[in-house]
């Protein structure tokens, strides 16, 4: 990737001495959550599942988040929310939404299409998180909170992030499952017992996998976007713990 | 069971304003912790194992949640802690230890024990909150936290019970596993991953089984008596979702 610096688009001040702002890194687009106090420890957020990083929950808990102290950042990956979508991009949706519809297996079109993303995804966590620590006022250690493929390969080859929450909705690809044993910071697994995409037993073997011996599970009842909220607060505590 | 007053017999002062009182219903022995402020909603608390009232971590998770304005009550119950064993229970016991020194199945063992233990530990515990509920300065609605056979029935039987936390640590006879299906009050499931005397799988399938839908499981690694501090404090905020 080619090595740029940050560059803030727009700023709103909102509740309780936060300030939100949008940026850019080169050609990735982000947000910002800061708090009044500094300084804050970070936290990098990755949506469930789109990884738009407008999704209103994700807003919610980043500005619930920065409430409490924690500058938390945002970014859309390639070909999620403002950035264009490749043809492969195109065809691997057309692909799934094919498979979904004709009852097929769909974990070879998930894997085609989840693997390349952790692999782009993962440098640019990385070039974000360069430019948001050289900023004043933002302090490690770095938490990470998000879909879990993208933060296994994030938490074993980034030392900067000291603690992070998975959200075990979303396929996982083979790589990263071999990489969760390899994952030893502290963890908090977030399963929706009922997922719909998301085979619950998979799951399971995957928070057994994990290597840290740190590691907690919360499951709540429901599909995929049915968290309650007080998993949010319940992070925050999580973090509270790590990075604090 | 006879009709009985609750008598204070000793009390303590603690930090906090918290007054940590013995008391006696009948042939019931029990500890009442109550903070500085009232009302304050009950928190009945059995330990996970033994049962004895006095156990240290079970103290300290009342002094906790009293210090956070919660009354907490523990009881001894039939053949634990101060009462008498019955000739049936030393020989359970003997049977019990027979079993595992041999590596024998010991399932038709705590089904013999813990069986009858649950018909007689539930009519102690609503007459305990009968006269508890009696006492100036203590509320409703109620919470229990502790043994899981015993918080099945507890929770199926006595609609006061408004929420609940089960560790889910101990044998769960067939009768409580079936009325899992019953339960429909708020639930907090607290399992360690690798508890040596109680098989995961059996644990996650009754959690599965548990009718409510407003039901959380908090998994953390280690064994049975591993449980990790910050599980109170979860506990706690999870009784202060429900009971205030």
Same mark, same amino acid.
């Given at each position: 990737m080619h090595v740029t610096s940050l560059r803030f688009t727009?700023?709103?001040?909102?509740? /309780? +001495?936060?300030?939100? &702002? *949008?940026?850019? %890194?080169?050609?990735i687009p982000g947000t910002l959550w800061t708090p !009044?106090? =500094?300084?804050?420890?970070?936290?990098?957020?990755?949506?469930? /599942? +789109?990884?738009?990083? &407008? *999704?209103?929950? %994700?807003?919610?808990?980043?500005?619930?988040?920065?409430?409490? !102290?924690? =500058?938390?950042?945002?970014?859309d990956h390639p070909g999620h929310g403002d950035r264009p979508r490749s043809a492969a991009d195109e065809q691997a949706r057309?692909?799934?939404?094919?498979a979904l519809a004709a009852g097929e297996p769909v974990d070879e079109i998930?894997?085609?299409?989840?693997?390349?993303?952790?692999?782009?995804?993962?440098?640019?966590?990385?070039?974000?998180?360069?430019?948001?620590?050289?900023?004043?006022?933002?302090?490690?250690?770095?938490?990470?909170?998000?879909?879990?493929?993208?933060?296994?390969?994030?938490?074993?080859?980034?030392?900067?992030?000291?603690?992070?929450?998975f959200f075990a909705g979303g396929y996982v690809p083979r790589a990263q499952r071999e990489e969760a044993r390899q994952v030893t910071i502290p963890l908090l697994f977030l399963l929706q017992w009922d997922d719909e995409g998301n085979p619950r037993q998979r799951?399971?073997?995957l928070f057994d996998a994990f290597g840290t011996k740190e590691k907690t599970l919360h499951a709540n009842m429901g599909g995929h976007t049915g968290t309650p909220w007080?998993?949010?607060e319940d992070g925050d505590r999580f973090f509270g713990r790590h990075l604090k």
């Open positions: 727009s700023e709103e001040p909102l509740d /309780g +001495g936060v300030l939100a &702002r *949008e940026f850019t %890194l080169g050609e !009044g106090s =500094a300084p804050a420890p970070l936290i990098l957020i990755g949506h469930n /599942g +789109g990884l738009h990083r &407008r *999704e209103p929950r %994700l807003v919610a808990r980043a500005r619930h988040s920065a409430a409490r !102290g924690y =500058a938390v950042a945002a970014i057309a692909d799934l939404r094919r998930f894997e085609s299409f989840v693997g390349p993303l952790v692999e782009k995804a993962v440098p640019e966590w990385r070039a974000t998180l360069d430019a948001l620590l050289a900023l004043p006022g933002i302090g490690g250690p770095v938490g990470y909170s998000g879909m879990t493929a993208v933060g296994i390969r994030l938490a074993v080859s980034e030392p900067r992030i000291a603690a992070a929450g799951a399971l073997d007080f998993e949010a």
